[in-house]
C-alpha cells in the first residue's frame, strides 16, 4: 500500500513544498506547525489533543 500523501488544502501541494503562510488551524499558533492528513497545518499542542497525524507518523 502506497502511502497517501498530504497536501496541503490552499495549494495542494506537499508539506516540503508549500509556501504558505503556516499557522494551527485551531488556534492560530505558529509554533511547530505540521501539516496533517486533513490538508490543515496544526501546531504540536493541537495535534496531539485531536490525535492528528504527520505524514511521517501515519
Ligand atoms: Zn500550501
Ligand atoms: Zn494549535
Known sequence: MPKKE???IVCEK???HC???KY???CQSDFSVRLTEDG????VD?????G???QEQA
Open 46 to 50: 493541537c495535534r496531539e489533543a485531536c
Open 6 to 8: 498530504f497536501k496541503c
Open 14 to 16: 506537499p508539506e516540503d
Open 40 to 43: 490543515q497545518y496544526y501546531c
Open 52 to 54: 492528528y497525524k504527520t
Open 19 to 21: 509556501t504558505c503562510i
Open 24 to 26: 494551527c488551524g485551531l
